[in-house]
Nanobody, 125 residues
Framework: QVQLAESGGGLVQSGGSLRLSCTGS????????MGWFRQAPGKEREFVAA????????YYKDSLKSRFTISRDNAKSTVYLQMNSLNSEDTAVYFC??????????????????WGKGTLVTVSS
């Protein structure tokens, strides 16, 4: 069982930046692919970014790759999402995800094994 806890959400002005963190309570953190999803009010949960356990492979939603960066520190069992040039369309609850298979995270929310409770990001215009 993997427990995930996100932090770093909050209110930010349009054009600003935030860094989200997600810490996993599992000893073999590096054996899990990690990812971020988001869900805006009234919309479905969507893929944002994913990263392999130890090889450094990353994937992004195409429209976000120029502004968002996923990274991880396996020694700290933590994955990060750096978000720059934020705008109102980025307002959403951001969820951390973990799965042993990177493909499951890339494939969308339905196949992911573990989820955090989410952290709210609000971008004011």
């Amino acid at each position: 069982q993997v427990q995930l806890a996100e932090s770093g959400g909050g209110l930010v002005q349009s054009g600003g930046s935030l860094r989200l963190s997600c810490t996993g309570s599992v000893r073999t953190f590096s054996s899990y692919a990690m990812g971020w999803f988001r869900q805006a009010p009234g919309k479905e949960r969507e893929f944002v970014a994913a990263m392999s356990g130890s090889s450094g492979i990353t994937y992004y939603k195409d429209s976000l790759k120029s502004r968002f960066t996923i990274s991880r520190d396996n020694a700290k069992s933590t994955v990060y999402l750096q978000m720059n040039s934020l705008n109102s369309e980025d307002t959403a609850v951001y969820f951390c995800a973990a799965d042993r298979e990177l493909s499951q995270i890339r494939g969308g929310p339905n196949g992911v094994d573990y989820w955090g409770k989410g952290t709210l990001v609000t971008v004011s215009s």
